[in-house]
């Protein structure tokens, strides 16, 4: 095999990676807001996904139901008065709302179909919009009308939330791993007088221009909810309790942030495992030489024979540099060329998109060159997606080390107590970015902050 260049793995400009989504067909963005229309090259990528997480969600308890798009604004008046204010950035039509997220719609539901411990443990999920208006727009925000998947359990103990939630951690992480996206795992500190939940975790992916966005959450809301829309259960002795729950939610933005972090400037690089056609036949036969078509058939034959999945393209009318350009910016992984060269030379040329790779062989050997080669165009893609994750992160053990690590566009790692003060205390010091989370650790360090010992450790960075 030779490597005809290998260019820079990350594109910058969210700009020209926005035209790369529109220009191939993935999404189309509603003029003046965030709201996405998915077209038919996302959809060929996100059905799959959806399927997968059909299968997924039901090995852990959960079973899909669709959930209505309406809530009853006086729902929200009462978590306005005992939680926070829910309804803000809601469309409200009269007694009416679109709906900014499942709990408002599923847990008066939930109060209406559990009475007793026998109706324990219920556990739900949805796939569908989500309404709600953001200070700041853009395709990275789940904002205004987005698809959001979501699952919400009620149990009658503690405990049993308390292994929900790690379950539900494991899901989490499966459906980033379909898209190869590391990400930050941490809990959020909780301090404010009317918390959603007893603990929040965190699931952050870092960008290209060194932000940070939300992938995942994953929340111990225990009774906050329940007590709010008087979800309640007598158990086996008849004493009455309130429920305890979780639930967790993420939309399909982290297939955007896999795809933007994999750019380059050609455009958009798709993992193999996710991409809907792995190989893109280009014929190059301008002169419709019948030999030339014949190869190809015989190419197509073994392609369908194997369960190879592939476009065809036999567009003469256009130059052979902007076809190739064109399935460049696509994001296949092969592109198998064929034309007066291959059939001269008696092997066929294969072309990766993600370092462009040039492989001749034989068509006898075809299943094994296309399996190899998208299992290597896999693995580099996944290591990248690595790369940038762990090379966007800096240790820092002073203050001014946060502030030129912000400024140079790093997420920075730290030690820090879990505590109001330190936190608190290091946000003032520092005054940009935000503490993402902390995360328990094993062994003893220094706080940055006060410099007493803690066991925990925290990321600091400017979110998008």
């Not at 009317?194 to 699931?203: Q, S, T, V």
């Not at 996710?274 to 197509?300: F, G, H, M, T, Y």
């Amino acid at each position: 095999m030779k490597t005809i260049r290998d260019e820079s793995f990350s594109l910058i400009d969210k700009k020209k990676f926005e035209e790369f989504l529109l220009s191939a067909g993935i999404i189309y963005r509603y003029p003046g807001s965030s709201a996405l229309t998915w077209r038919p090259y996302g959809l060929l990528i996100l059905n799959p996904f959806s399927d997968f997480l059909r299968n997924l969600f039901p090995k852990f308890g959960y079973q899909e139901h669709i959930f209505s798009l309406l809530a009853n604004v006086e729902d929200f008046y009462k978590l306005n008065q005992e939680i926070y204010k829910f309804d803000k950035g809601v469309f409200k039509f009269n007694e009416v709302a679109l709906r900014p997220s499942g709990e408002i719609v599923i847990y008066p539901i939930f109060k209406d179909w559990i009475h007793t411990i026998n109706d324990l443990p219920i556990k739900v999920f949805q796939i569908g919009l989500m309404f709600r208006k953001g200070r700041k727009s853009g395709i990275f925000r789940n904002n205004e009308a987005n698809f959001f998947i979501e699952g919400h359990s009620a149990h009658s103990s503690r405990q049993e939330v308390d292994a929900q939630v790690l379950n539900n951690g494991i899901i989490i992480d499966q459906v980033l791993d379909f898209f190869g996206l590391p990400v930050i795992k941490s809990e959020r500190p909780i301090w404010t007088n009317k918390p959603i939940a007893e603990k929040n975790f965190g699931y952050d992916a870092i960008l290209p221009n060194g932000e940070t966005a939300l992938a995942a959450s994953n929340y111990a809301q225990m009774q906050i909810f329940s007590k709010v829309f008087e979800i309640g259960f007598h158990d086996n002795h008849g004493n009455y309790d309130y429920t305890y729950q979780s639930a967790f939610g993420f939309s399909f933005r982290p297939f955007l942030f896999s795809l933007w972090i994999l750019s380059d400037a050609h455009g958009l690089r798709l993992l193999p495992s996710i991409a809907p056609s792995k190989v893109v036949i280009l014929e190059i036969n301008p002169r419709r030489d019948q030999n030339i078509s014949n190869l190809v058939n015989l190419a197509r034959g073994k392609m369908d024979q194997f369960g190879i999945k592939y476009f065809y393209d036999c567009d003469s009318s256009l130059p052979i540099n902007k076809r190739c350009a064109k399935w460049e910016m696509m994001g296949i992984p092969l592109r198998l060329e064929i034309g007066a060269r291959e059939l001269n030379s008696g092997k066929l040329t294969v072309k990766r998109r993600d370092n462009f790779g040039v492989t001749d062989f034989d068509l006898q050997d075809l299943q094994e060159v296309i399996s190899n080669l998208l299992d290597e165009v896999e693995k580099n893609l996944r290591q990248k997606l690595t790369d940038n994750f762990l090379g966007s992160q800096v240790l820092a053990t002073t203050s001014l080390e946060i502030i030129q690590a912000l400024t140079s566009k790093k997420v920075v790692k730290l030690f820090i107590c879990y505590s109001h003060d330190c936190i608190n205390g290091l946000q003032k010091t520092v005054n940009r970015g935000e503490l993402l989370g902390v995360s328990k650790i094993e062994q003893e360090e220094k706080c940055i902050f006060c410099n007493q010992s803690t066991h925990y450790e925290g990321w600091f960075a400017r979110r998008i």
